[in-house]
């Protein structure tokens, strides 16, 4: 992995800087990475799927991910995967961009805001356009929440009182973590609801039900203890996140994240 910078800009470009991982496929034939990224981006560059988490997760502030690739891989769709299932980078744009046919000069490039997709066939300096056009979009969407997460469902920017109750949700799950009886009913009960308000108010908030809810805490965590080393192995990474057995463990791990636990350690 490397990363380069050129502090040139070209007029129209987006207004705050950026960070954009650029994917890059051995096989394919896109030269989408030219100079035309450089002159307003900061451009790291990954060589598969695990390079480009690991990045993901080293380097802060990413604004868009590009895969340079000739066609929707098995490697680009477990990054679409780990991207969707992982609260911190749900919504981060992703292009996916391929020829059109083989020695054209013109792009098929496909956005995935990780639940939406647009598509543009365009030559280079059109597609150096949808780039701008993409980074432009998301950077309003920030600005207009001021960080602040909003509700899945309606993209309304989240009240105080939402956010407060969200923090003690999550530390229901984390003070209860491994416990692998704690479940949907008990969290409920401690929170002084019905099951069936805990689950019209999460799938408000998350877009997903408490068992997903609870289940994303456990990962989130897992992942944690796995990145700082927290246990010695994943079978204690897994008892502390509420699984009686490593290999179950593992499993909901992998479908999560999209790797094995045994990548992170």
């Known amino acids: 992995m490397n990363s380069f910078l050129n502090n040139g800009r070209h007029s129209g470009s987006p207004p705050r800087y950026h960070s954009v991982l650029v994917v ?74 391929a020829p059109v046919e083989k020695d054209s000069d013109r792009f098929a490039a496909f956005c995935f805001n990780i639940s939406d997709l647009s598509f543009r066939e365009c030559r280079e300096e059109q597609l150096s356009m949808f780039i701008r056009e993409v980074l432009q979009s998301s950077a309003d969407e920030s600005n207009t929440h001021h960080g602040v997460r909003t509700a899945y469902s309606s993209g309304q920017v989240l009240s105080p009182r939402d956010l407060q109750w969200m923090g003690k949700l999550e530390g229901l799950v984390i003070l209860h973590l491994s416990d692998p009886s704690y479940d949907t009913e008990k969290l409920a009960f401690d929170l002084h609801l019905s099951r069936s308000t805990l689950s019209r108010k999460i799938q408000y908030l ?5 068992s997903a809810y609870i289940t994303r805490i456990r990962m989130e965590k897992a992942l944690e203890y796995l990145q700082k080393k927290i246990y010695p192995s994943i079978a204690q990474v897994a008892s502390s ?8 463990f593992s499993r909901c791990f992998h479908n999560h994240f999209g790797v094995p636990p045994s990548d992170i350690v």
């Open 24 to 97: 890059r496929n051995p096989a394919g034939q896109v030269t989408l990475h030219g100079q035309f990224l450089s002159t307003f981006c900061k451009v790291y560059f990954a060589a598969s799927e695990k390079e480009a988490v690991d990045t993901l997760r080293d380097v802060a502030g990413i604004s868009l991910v590009i895969s340079d690739s000739e066609c929707l891989t098995s490697d680009n769709y477990r990054l679409l995967k780990y991207l969707k299932f992982n609260s911190a980078f749900q919504g981060l744009p992703v292009i996916n961009v």
């Open 206 to 210: 998350f877009g997903i039900n408490p």
């Open 241 to 248: 996140v509420g699984f009686r057995h490593a290999g179950s």
